[in-house]
């Protein structure tokens, strides 16, 4: 079975294609400068790369070059031996709790959430009806960033505002990163030789953007990032958890309008506001050579990860693993380090010093630890292959 994983951005295709009888990654690409008329394509075959310039006047014409492309290099015809399509959606809301086999009926529901996503959303759908046009026998399947995070209870994803504003503008939180958290849980559950449904776990996705989250009996019970992905861990551009009265503050006192608050806030912030870089390999190197605002905003960072590990620990009662994901949390010993620094004594998180410096690590704790500490590499892309095979 042949699968092609695509992820459409407003200017960019991403994809995969995999064989998933065989666990095989058969090819990846990507294109970039969609609508800008300056492109380039990255193409990966195997070990073979190459890149070429081309002219991508819009999304259709990205993805006719990507069937094109896999023609001419007799790697697959679309639309003989491609199985089904699986594409990453950022929001299902509260209507799309699950990979979902998208049909002409359904696709309104899906645009009917693009509010809720207006920067994802629109362009993910927009690859959705390209592809269903191009290769009408060939079935689509959205897969929700949204989805893994449907098991939490009300408790957990009600805020505290007036019922209506949920009840008719569905504002709660929905959590986001939910493919990367399922797939790492799984992954380490088949580490331990434990089903999944037997585990409570504390994942931490590490990256430019970063999130948290609880998983109690193989299910999502909380997560940090909230309504949209801009609540709960400090990231690269984005605040995390703030006051909103600071919203109003700004608004009141800088004349600031919510355009601008809304650039502040998610792209001005978080380790770049603190420190004016968000790339976390430069903070850490100028910090070691004595620049004192990158070190706090390391700190600042780290801090807010371990803040929500207590609450998380609070939350679960047992915490069977700790797994570290994401480009920081797979790459980043530091980090790791920092982050778990005093919680051995507080909840039995013994990191392993030499282990957490090895490269490529798995299995990170000592062996008196009580919760096992595992760095895991994320797959979403896998991750959203096997439910389109599943679910087809």
């Known amino acids: 079975m042949n699968v092609l994983v695509l992820n459409a951005g407003s200017s960019s295709l991403k994809w995969k294609l995999y064989n998933i009888k065989k666990q095989h990654l058969i090819a990846s690409g990507l294109i970039e400068g969609i609508a800008e008329h300056i492109s380039a394509t990255q193409f990966t075959h195997l070990s073979v790369t190459h890149k070429t310039a081309m002219s991508i006047e819009n999304h259709h014409v990205a993805f006719e070059q990507l069937f094109k492309t896999l023609e001419e290099k007799n790697i697959l015809d679309v639309h003989t031996e491609l199985s089904g399509i699986g594409h990453r ?7 799309f709790k699950q990979p979902t086999l998208i049909t002409a009926s359904n696709i309104e529901a899906l645009k009917a959430l693009n509010p809720l996503a207006p920067l994802h959303n629109p362009a993910n759908i927009l690859g959705i009806e390209i592809m269903m046009a191009l290769a009408p026998k060939v ?24 019922e209506h504003l949920y009840k008719e503008e569905q504002i709660r939180r929905y959590g986001f990163h939910g493919t990367s958290h399922h797939y790492v849980a799984q992954k380490v559950a088949n580490t331990l030789g434990q089903p999944l449904s037997t585990l409570n776990l504390i994942t931490l996705h590490l990256g430019n953007g970063a999130s948290a989250c609880a998983i109690k009996n193989g299910k999502s019970i909380d997560t940090s990032m ?15 958890d703030l006051d909103p009265a600071i919203v109003t503050y700004l608004m009141e006192h800088k004349s600031m309008s919510s355009s601008q608050i809304n ?12 420190c004016h870089e968000n790339d976390l390999r430069q903070i850490i190197k ?16 780290t801090y807010r990860i371990k803040k929500y590990i207590g609450a998380y620990v609070a ?11 994401g480009g920081i949390g797979e790459n980043a010993p530091l980090v790791r380090a920092m982050v778990l620094e005093g919680l051995d004594t ?3 998180m013994h990191l392993d010093t030499q282990k957490n410096l090895e490269s490529q690590p798995k299995a990170i704790h000592q062996k008196e630890s009580s919760v096992k500490i595992y760095v895991q590499a994320t797959n979403e892309e896998l991750q959203i292959a096997h439910e389109t095979a599943q679910l087809i």
């Open 263 to 274: 650039t502040l806030l998610n792209k001005e912030s978080g380790l770049k506001g603190l």
């Open 139 to 162: 079935p689509n399947v959205a897969v929700f960033d949204t989805s893994f995070h449907q098991s939490m209870p009300e408790h957990a994803y009600l805020y505290a505002l007036p």
């Open 315 to 325: 939350v679960l009662g047992k915490v069977d693993a700790i797994v570290f994901t």
């Open 346 to 348: 507080a909840f039995g």
């Open 286 to 301: 100028n910090m070691q050579e004595g620049d004192v605002q990158a070190k706090i905003a390391l700190e600042v960072f």
């Open 89 to 95: 959606v950022v929001h299902g809301g509260e209507t």
């Open 226 to 240: 909230g309504f949209t992905p801009l609540e709960g861990l400090v990231m690269g551009t984005r605040s995390g």
